[in-house]
């Protein structure tokens, strides 16, 4: 028994077993007719989804999509003739076109009668281009023979297959003179195309294949010249290219209105969620300034309360010291008395009664003495347990029945920066004042954080009103004020929240995108990191560069003392012109980069000159593009310019014991000192000022800070290497948070070295141990 062919029906379509198999069809819907032997339905198959399988032959069992609504497969053995198919059919309805390119829904005819399907001149074309690649498996059957031969040729202005004895007839015809004729087995890539993109020819039978060159309007098909004669006389007819350009004209027109339609529909989806962006941040620095303000108010009765306190242990103390002294005064007295009555005992019991009345008037005397009389020293002591506490109960039931504020739905001012009035009740006298926090700092002058001073609010009777603003004055950098009045000190009490993972990328090894102790890290302004590999079993110390989602781009350097080569390197920074900077730290010296790894110059050699470095270690960029190195075993943080030139330093031989990183931050220098386990704070001179941290692990203490960076908040974050975390200090070195624990899961560190900030506001830190990249996000 031969082979049964699978082919495609219409939805609704059935069949009934019988003998025999479908004719061929002229490749119209929805049959496809490949010889007796084929599989009818692979052909089709292989047409539709052979553009992306470039013509591969599939499995013989094809199962075919049917239903283009419901979406079924069917396969379905034919042994029936074409018209048992159409008389078991019970209804007439559209079916898709299964060409992938094509999709077009086409209506099957009233009568039922395949043969009135519009032919598919693409499924044509693509059917001869199958024949032409399967030639010598399958072979091609001759259009003037039909004879299946292997060794045929095609002719491209017939669009037919001849074998080898029926060519020379055709060439030998003087009308087939200039046609062009090739050899199956001589097809390149550009006569494949060709075939693709021939012309299409009339079906009708004795039209002799003609070109369709003209339109019938009336009749809306395509016809040719004889068509025009036989079929379509006095019809209004036009040329088949001039409408099929103005239809595409028509379309390519809708089609890019529709493509600026989408375009403007995407802008305004990224506005919407710019929108959303900018209404949760906006809210997210409301709820901010109400905790803000909160902590004023609570501030001011911490005060408050604090001076009552004192006052009470004052008038405690004196009461106490009051009563101490008539403690010794009352003791003294005591025994004054016990001494002369001692005395006067001993006289009795001695003398006779004649020695005592000669001694009469002594005793009469001494009998008669202060020394004896009831001169109590002991006060009354209640007097001071009469001192009470009076609270302020008006102040008690304004708190607890007035609001701490109020939201005022006013227009918000888009460019310049958002604005947020609130109105309170006084806690003070009936009156309240936002007032900064002070400190004072090592000098012992009273300023608020930057050294601004108070602002002076206008205030009426009972309430008071006042403005809170946010502008923003560059990128990542805000600037608060109270009734349009700056104040920069106001920042210090907005403290960001926590940070949570986002993700890691990286493993121990030597390959691309592996790592063998991740040291340093940097980010330019597309967001690409450049990350240090220091070196380990592995030996590899070299520079990776990977995008911010963990895609490796390039990696540069090797093991040496060359140019271009590394020793244990450490530090690294993108100048601002987005070259790599990178501390080589055993061969030390600093080396500079193009963006895509090439040498370009360098400055330091050993020595502790102060032009020479010894074991460079952290690299971070001033203001003005200058390039800081802390210099480790010089023991000093030294300025270098963008060109290596020596420029100053900060701090004295001894202020250091071991400088791990610098940073520079609002006119301040901040510098880890790893085994003084703090952060040491110097002015824009580099005078020293003060520090913060000592060793431990509770809040604010350290264990081997390393490397430091700013956060988008304008936080000061330090690498808590021992402690296997990040802190998070307000740039007084305040403790504001804190994230990571010791581990190897996400978000937990094994000695965190350094960080860098992305654009977005995340946090990278090189996870040292753990041999990976870890990111994070603020909450």
């Not at 003392?561 to 501390?583: L, M, Q, Y």
Request: aromatic content about 8%; charged content about 25%; hydrophobic content about 35%.
């Amino acid at each position: 028994m031969k082979r049964l062919g699978v082919f495609l029906l219409p939805p609704g379509w059935d069949a009934s077993p019988s003998q025999g198999y479908p004719p061929a069809l002229n490749c119209r819907y929805p049959f496809i007719h490949l010889g007796e032997e084929r599989h009818y339905g692979k052909g089709i198959h292989e047409a539709v989804h052979g553009l992306e399988a470039n013509f591969k032959l599939t499995s013989r069992n094809v199962q075919e999509k049917l239903c283009y609504e419901v979406r079924d497969y069917v396969t379905m053995e034919i042994k029936n003739c074409q018209e048992n198919v159409i008389r078991s059919s019970g209804r007439h309805d559209t079916f898709t076109c299964p060409d992938p390119m094509c999709k077009t829904e086409i209506r099957v005819p009233s009568s039922g009668d395949l043969k009135e399907l519009p032919a598919n001149f693409r499924l044509v074309n693509l059917l001869d281009v199958l024949a032409i690649k399967e030639h010598n498996s399958r072979g091609v059957k001759c259009g003037n023979c039909d004879k299946t031969s292997a060794q045929s040729s095609y002719c491209f202005q017939c669009c037919a297959f001849w074998c080898n004895e029926c060519i020379t007839g055709h060439n030998i015809i003087r009308a087939n003179k200039e046609h062009r004729v090739l050899a199956l087995q001589d097809f390149q890539d550009h006569d494949i195309e060709n075939v693709k993109k021939r012309p299409a020819f009339c079906q009708i039978k004795n039209h002799k294949a003609e070109e369709l060159k003209f339109f019938c309007k009336k009749c809306d098909v395509a016809i040719c010249q004889t068509c025009i004669v036989a079929l379509h006389d006095g019809h209004p007819k036009v040329p088949l290219k001039e409408t099929a350009n103005d239809l595409k004209l028509r379309v390519q027109s809708t089609i890019k209105s529709q493509k600026e339609s989408i375009k403007k529909n995407m802008i305004e989806l990224e506005n919407i969620d710019n929108d959303c962006e900018r209404i949760q941040e906006h809210f997210h620095k409301l709820k901010r300034e109400v905790e803000q303000h909160v902590d004023v108010i609570i501030a001011v009765l911490e005060k408050k309360k604090q001076e009552i306190i004192v006052q009470v242990e004052t008038k405690a103390a004196l009461s106490t010291q009051r009563l101490e002294q008539e403690k010794i005064a009352i003791k003294s007295q005591v025994a004054t008395k016990t001494e002369a009555l001692i005395k006067i005992e001993n006289l009795l019991k001695v003398n006779p009664e004649a020695d005592i009345l000669q001694q009469r008037s002594s005793f009469e005397k001494l009998l008669e003495g202060e020394i004896f009389y009831d001169n109590s020293l002991a006060t009354d002591n209640e007097q001071f347990c009469e001192i009470n506490f009076k609270g302020n109960q008006n102040l008690f039931n304004s708190v607890k029945a007035e609001q701490i504020g109020s939201l005022e739905d006013k227009q918000t001012a888009s460019v310049p920066g958002s604005q947020n009035a609130l109105r309170t009740s006084n806690v003070e006298n009936g009156q309240s004042q936002q007032q900064p926090d002070k400190e004072q700092d090592d000098f012992g002058s009273c300023q608020g954080n930057d050294g601004a001073t108070k602002v002076p609010v206008a205030q009426d009777d009972n309430d008071l009103c006042f403005k809170i603003s946010d502008f923003v004055t560059e990128p990542c950098k805000r600037l608060a004020a109270v009734n349009l009045e700056p104040i920069p000190h106001l920042a210090a009490h907005l403290r960001p929240g926590q940070f949570e993972p986002v993700l890691f990328f990286g493993e121990e090894g030597a390959l691309d995108g592996m790592f063998n102790y991740p040291w340093g890290v940097a980010v330019n302004e597309r967001d690409e990191l450049a990350i240090t590999d220091h070196g380990g079993r592995h030996e590899v110390e070299r520079v990776q560069v990977f995008t911010c989602d963990g895609t490796h781009l390039r990696s540069f350097g090797a093991k040496g003392a060359s140019h271009g080569e590394f020793k244990f390197p450490t530090g690294i920074i993108f100048d601002k012109n987005g070259n790599i900077i990178v501390a080589d730290n055993g061969n030390h010296r600093v080396q500079m980069f193009s963006d895509q790894g090439e040498y370009l110059s360098q400055f330091g050699v050993k020595g502790s000159l102060i032009h020479q470095l010894n074991n460079p270690l952290g690299l971070s960029l001033e203001n003005d593009g200058s390039i800081i190195v802390t210099d480790n075993t010089n023991k000093l943080v030294k300025i270098f310019s963008s060109n290596g030139k020596f420029l100053h330093k900060i701090g004295r031989r001894g202020a250091f014991n071991f400088p791990f990183h610098c940073v520079q931050y609002g006119g301040k220098y901040y510098v880890s000192d790893r085994d003084k386990h703090c952060v040491k704070v110097f002015d824009g001179n580099g005078t020293y000022r003060y520090k913060f941290g000592r060793k431990g692990e509770s809040d604010g203490s350290f264990n081997e800070p390393h490397c430091l960076a700013v956060s988008k908040a304008g936080n000061l974050m330090v690498c808590d290497s021992m402690n296997h975390r990040i802190q998070v200090f307000d740039l007084n070195g305040n403790f504001v948070s804190k994230f990571g624990t010791e581990g190897t899961g996400l978000g937990q560190f094994n000695k965190p070295v350094s960080l860098a900030v992305l654009s977005d506001g995340r946090i990278v830190v090189t996870d040292f141990c753990n041999h990976r990249i870890q990111i994070f996000k603020p909450i």
